[in-house]
């Protein structure tokens, strides 16, 4: 999984990479997202595991800029994941009707990712009138519609 497909770089010394001449200058987008994809390095590379991986894969960078927030985005996915399937085990996504964004953008995602599942009680306390309106839903849903 690659949720940012990509980073930029400024080309600083003269150089050369996979036989092309590079200049100052010159910009440079590193495919992440490929990079991850890459059959040589990564086998199996839409797994999703809890278990650390031979070669770690470049979600989250590499070198001097490879995000400072790996580790809390680590456990921030790992509580999302157990809330979820805490309060919805039995959940089922409907693959036939998941719809990809029509073009790869800076972050990859979903337009639409519909799922069953059997409802549970509410937890906690909500004031309904408190939450924004769920405007996101309503332009991921328009821009479903012009893509089916
Ligand atoms: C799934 C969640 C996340 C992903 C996929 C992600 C991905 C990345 C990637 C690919 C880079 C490298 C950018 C580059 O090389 O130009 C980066 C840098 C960075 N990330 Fe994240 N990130 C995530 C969550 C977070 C969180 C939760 C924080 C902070 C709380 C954070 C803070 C940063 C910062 C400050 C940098 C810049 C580091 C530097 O330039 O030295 N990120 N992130």
Do not use: K, Q, W
């Not at 278990?51 to 770690?56: D, F, L, Q, W």
């Not at 800029?65 to 790996?70: K, M, Y």
């Not at 680590?74 to 039995?90: C, F, K, S, Y």
């Amino acid at each position: 999984m690659t949720p940012g497909t990509g980073v930029a770089r400024t080309v600083a010394v003269e150089t050369e990479l996979h036989g092309v001449r590079l200049h100052p200058g010159d910009r440079l987008f590193l495919a992440l997202g490929g990079a991850n994809n890459d059959p040589e390095v990564f086998p199996d590379p839409d797994l999703v595991t809890t278990e650390p991986r031979e070669v770690p894969n470049l979600a989250f960078g590499t070198g001097a800029h490879r995000c400072v927030g790996a580790s809390l985005a680590g456990a921030e996915i790992a509580t999302l994941a157990r809330h979820v399937l805490d309060r919805m085990p039995d959940y089922r996504i409907d693959r036939a009707a998941v719809v990809a964004y029509p073009t790869i953008p800076a972050v990859a995602g979903y337009i639409a990712m519909p799922a069953t599942f059997a409802p549970s009680p509410t937890v906690g306390s909500v004031d309904p009138g408190s939450l924004p309106p769920a405007r996101e839903f309503g332009a991921a849903a328009r821009l479903a519609d012009t893509v089916r």
